[in-house]
């Protein structure tokens, strides 16, 4: 977790920075997946690809991210993986829900995430945390309601485990 420090705000900077930087492509993944909270099959239709397809690819970007936060806290730096920015037209689904749900083209929604990406550094954590997080559409049997799901934040933002967590709501333990 964060700490409000002169470092932290210098580290959360970069972290930010360096996502200003990956491929569009990249970044519109990382932010319909951890923005706006859309699991992999959502995600998949959007950009009109196989949903393994689109989880490998979303994988490797964060992964890149994760590599060069991680890099930030430790002395043994890692190279992160380059990835070369190729010409990409977002589908008409994608620009749609954009459209839509945002009411903003994909670069002002980009912009908007980035700005939000700085202000919030729960995203950050959030994104770059190593555990693997599972979107509420994409865990059998479970639908949190805007109460539930502010109820479990607010559990996980008192330290109580995920595992717990699964059973007081009586869901499969899926890393919520």
Known sequence: SPAPTP????????????????????????????????????????????????????????????????????????????????????????????RDRHRKDIDEYLGYVTICFRADPGYLVKILTTERTVAPDEIPGARFTDEEKARIDKMLNNGVSAAAIARKFNVPRARI
């Open 7 to 98: 470092t932290w705000a210098a580290v959360k900077t970069d972290l930010v920075d360096f996502f200003a930087l990956l491929p569009r492509k990249d970044k519109v993944m990382i932010a319909l997946r951890h923005f706006d909270e859309i699991g992999a099959v959502a995600g998949a239709d959007l950009f009109g690809v196989a949903r393994t397809t689109y989880s490998n690819l979303l994988n490797r970007a964060v992964g890149r991210w994760r590599t060069f936060a991680r890099n930030q806290y430790t002395d043994t730096v890692a190279d992160v993986p380059r990835r070369v920015e190729y010409p990409w037209e977002p589908s008409e689904a994608l620009t749609a829900y954009m």
